[in-house]
């Protein structure tokens, strides 16, 4: 019992002569002690306050992205149900709505719909004929290289503009990088399903044949494995 008590008290002598220095060192050093406190508080407020500003922009940035995609998606003219909530007369009304109604989106700098906007205002760049302006659009989006939803959006319709405009050996040199894994911006059998498209496309089709096998063998479970088969089989 006795050698117990004199653990606790040698535990006890050490705490407090370790507070007796902290407090001693607080003393002597107050002035730098207030600073280094009221900078880590300064920078917990900064933190605190652009969180709460990009929480509050996102769940904005989000409304309106689902107006702008009702635009897009709204009826035109004779089409349009007499109950429809948003409707135009022309489908250059509609562009222009929809082309207004993105700017708003892309106003909420670093945010996933603003990215998002960024793509669909490329795909309404290419509706119109500017597929020059569209193309440089999704390129600024697909150049993020991050495997979120607008850069993998950005970048499988800019490999579709470029092979419209006979960029073929360039995209499938893009697509054997994502193919293999290296480039992340598509998932590996979504990229070997491109890749076997722009093989057929350049007349490659004992390459195209090859990367559709890879794919049904490698990836059992990927949505695109049932169309590879087909057209394996079409091809057989």
């Known amino acids: 019992m006795g050698?117990?008590?004199?653990?606790?008290?040698?535990?006890q002598d050490e705490f407090i002569t370790l507070m007796d220095r902290v407090v001693g060192w607080l003393s002597a050093n107050?002035?730098?002690?207030?600073?280094?406190?009221g900078g880590a508080l300064l920078v917990g407020l900064a933190w605190w306050a652009f969180t709460a500003l990009m929480g509050s922009r996102t769940v904005a940035a989000t409304k309106a992205l689902d107006e702008a995609v009702a635009i897009l998606q709204a009826p035109v003219g004779a089409e349009a149900p007499a109950d429809a909530k948003v409707k135009f007369a022309t489908q250059s009304e509609r562009q222009e709505a929809a082309a207004k109604a993105l700017a708003k989106v892309r106003s909420y700098?670093?945010?996933?719909?603003?990215?998002?906007?960024r793509?669909?205002?490329?795909?309404?760049?290419?509706?119109?004929?500017?597929?020059?302006?569209a193309i440089r659009e999704l390129s600024a989006v697909a150049s993020h290289r991050n495997p979120d939803a607008a850069v993998r959006l950005a970048t499988l319709d800019l490999i579709h503009l470029r092979l419209a405009k006979g960029d073929v050996a360039g995209v499938i040199q893009d697509l054997q990088a994502m193919a293999a894994g290296k480039d992340k911006r598509l998932p590996r059998d979504q990229a070997m399903f491109e890749l076997a498209a722009a093989y057929e496309r350049a007349g490659k089709g004992s390459e195209a044949q090859k990367v559709l096998r890879q794919l049904v063998e490698n990836f059992p479970d990927s949505p695109w494995q049932r169309e590879a088969q087909q057209k394996l089989a079409a091809s057989s």
């Open 3 to 11: 050698r117990r008590l004199t653990r606790k008290q040698i535990k």
């Open 30 to 37: 107050f002035r730098q002690a207030s600073l280094g406190l």
């Open 109 to 117: 700098w670093f945010t996933p719909q603003a990215r998002m906007a």
């Open 119 to 133: 793509v669909l205002q490329a795909r309404l760049a290419a509706e119109r004929g500017d597929v020059d302006g």
